[in-house]
């Protein structure tokens, strides 16, 4: 299958998961480029995928500076952000989906203010408990509520990665739970009030979507197994 075929497979799949879901959201497909090359990124853009999505600073440098002619889609940092490359990931992304506590969402906040702009953010929530993962804990309404106070991030919605286990209920679960916490957060706040979900990878996106997912962060689905940089 090559990749205008896989593509169609995938928004046959997201459709029909919309409808199962009920929810009548329209869901982004964010192309995980993560070792991928240059060239795989100016395929997605020619194929009308307008969110792309990097994971690590110093790769995507080298690939964005090889498309600099090109009119891209709308850039998303999707890895861990240590605090250190905060300057250097502005400088490149036009959002971070990865925000992972009230620590970085400041600093983020003051290097935005140091340039002279907002920056769209999400917060990373750790719906599955999972020690080794990023992220608030589900009950810390509060801290993510204070970062929807500071002036220069603008805070669009959450985003979750599904637990490492394969149980589908687990699954359905954890993303359950960013919705209600969305909710909650909406029910505080009244205006200016969170819209997006990011939840759902190649693996789990339709049933991301099934439970409200806006946004689904697709790789291997999309592209096939990763192969080294070329």
């Known amino acids: 299958m090559n990749f ?12 029909f998961a919309i409808k199962r879901g009920g929810f009548g959201r329209p869901v982004v497909i964010i192309a995980a480029t993560k070792s991928r090359s240059s060239d795989t990124i100016r395929r997605c853009c020619q194929a ?12 995507a440098e080298i690939k964005f500076e090889n498309l600099e002619r090109l009119p891209m889609a709308t850039k998303r940092f999707i ?8 300057n250097r990931c502005l400088d490149l992304f036009d959002t971070v989906d990865s925000v992972d506590s ?36 589900p009950d810390k309404i509060d801290d993510m509520i204070l970062c929807t106070t500071l002036k220069n991030i603008s805070v669009k919605g959450l985003m ?3 637990p490492r286990s394969k149980d589908e209920k687990e699954t359905r679960r954890a993303f ?51 192969s080294p940089l070329k």
Request: proline content about 2%.
């Open 102 to 137: 009230t620590r970085l969402a400041k600093k983020i906040d003051k290097r935005s203010k140091a340039l002279g702009k907002t920056t769209p953010i999400l917060l990373e929530v750790n719906t599955s408990k999972e020690e080794q993962k990023h992220g608030f804990w």
């Open 160 to 162: 979750t990665l599904g």
């Open 79 to 86: 890895g861990t952000l240590q605090s250190n490359k905060v």
């Open 176 to 226: 359950s739970l960013l919705r209600k916490i969305k909710d909650k957060i909406n029910y505080e706040l009244g205006d200016n009030q969170l819209i997006d979900l990011s939840m759902g990878m190649s693996a789990d996106y339709e049933i991301g979507i099934e439970e409200g997912s806006t946004m689904v962060r697709i790789g291997t689905a999309l592209f096939g197994p990763r």
């Open 4 to 15: 205008s075929e896989r593509l169609k497979t995938i928004q046959k799949k997201i459709d």
């Open 48 to 59: 009308g995928i307008k969110h792309i999505g990097e994971n690590r600073i110093q790769e």
